[in-house]
């Protein structure tokens, strides 16, 4: 494996000569790896093989990296003090400037300086710290309001299209290809009864009164990186940046960071939303935000958490009554116990909607 790293690493252009590399992180999508260089002078690399069977146009993938990291490099060399090179990835270009690199065997590789003395935490544990995801993903949007140049390539159409979602829903409720909508019938009817709620943000969106904005899709905590003083770094995981509207990132990070249970959690008594956490996110979030946020876009902003909650008990249940062919699973109901752990959230969220609505009013103001 050392040499065909090697080889790989050859193709990139590194200062430094090729040490060693170990297998980096514990990502789902991407393998990782950690490239160690001889020279204590020179910086070691993150080398990663792309998913391109999710990421399936790499080249404009890598575009998209390339432009939302040179706007913020750009940005932060006007800023006295700022660690330039620690503060925002730098993508390392190929010998041959594609940014890329595809071996023999079909797989498609990328390099970023390796950020050193970082740090990240997989889940919320108080409200300082979801006070600090907040902050670095509204200061992400708030440095990306004004990229120049066509929109971003959408790199996962309809990733958070909720509308499509429902119809893909309902149509594999009525073809039940397994047979197993008599056994989630409640689920069934839960859903579908808020199906014409949930479709709003998309059709706001196609009204115009919701702007599309560069968003991050992918708002869970261990994708913000922190000093050792756990101060605010930069944010990492760009893949899935793209056009969309900006109550999909608060949705994203309160359903993964707010809920007391887990995502599988069997135990339903586990599974609530903690309000001080949301507070927390949109305090954060909106002392960097708040002056560029349209109001139709604030007042989405608790909506999102909703949103997303329900978009992915959808996914899942949808995915069960298929017979599991998206989602990887380890028992054979992981699906539907995904499914009612998702629904047990999103009624804890109904039940302090006003709250949170409240708390979104709060900090705008």
């Known amino acids: 494996m050392a040499k065909d790293i090697e080889k790989v690493v050859a193709q990139f252009q590194i200062q430094g000569t090729f040490k060693d590399a170990d297998i980096f992180g514990d990502g789902l999508i991407n393998t990782t790896y950690k490239v160690k260089t001889i020279q204590d002078n020179q910086p070691n690399y993150l080398l990663q093989i792309i998913n391109h069977h999710i990421f399936k146009n790499v080249a404009e993938l890598t575009r998209n990296i390339q432009r939302v990291t040179d706007h913020i490099r750009t940005k932060l060399e006007q800023v006295e003090d700022a660690d330039v090179k620690r503060q925002v990835l730098t993508p390392v270009d190929t010998k041959d400037n594609l940014g890329y690199y595809k071996d023999e065997e079909g797989n498609y590789w990328r390099m970023f300086l390796f950020i050193e003395n970082a740090r990240s935490y997989n889940q919320l544990s108080n409200a300082k710290q979801a006070y600090v995801g907040g902050k670095a993903f509204g200061q992400f949007q708030s440095r990306l309001a004004d990229l120049p140049g066509e929109p971003l390539y959408p790199v996962l159409p309809d990733f958070h299209n909720t509308e499509m979602r429902i119809l893909n829903f309902v149509k594999r409720v009525k073809l039940d290809p397994v047979g197993r909508c008599k056994e989630v019938q409640e689920e069934v009817d839960y859903l579908m009864q808020r199906s014409e709620e949930y479709k709003k943000v ?26 050792e003083n756990d101060d605010i770094l930069c944010v990492i995981d760009l893949d899935t940046v793209m056009p969309g509207y900006v109550c999909y990132d608060i949705g994203d990070a309160i359903r993964n960071g707010a809920n007391t249970g887990l995502e599988d959690d069997r135990n339903l008594d586990n599974v609530s939303m903690n309000i001080d956490l949301f507070e927390g996110f949109i305090k954060g979030f909106l002392s960097e935000t708040k002056d560029m946020l349209t109001d139709e876009e604030i007042n989405s902003l608790a909506f999102g958490a909703k949103l997303l909650t329900y978009e992915q008990a959808v996914r899942f249940l949808d995915d069960y009554i298929d017979g599991d062919n998206y989602y990887k699973t380890n028992v054979p109901d992981h699906n539907l116990v995904r499914t009612r752990a998702q629904i047990k959230l999103l009624k804890s969220m109904e039940e302090q909607f006003e709250q949170m609505e409240a708390i979104v009013k709060r900090y705008a103001s």
């Open 202 to 227: 998309v059709k706001m969106g196609r009204d115009g009164l919701l702007p599309e904005r560069i968003v991050h899709q992918d708002t869970k905590f261990n994708n913000v990186l922190l000093d």
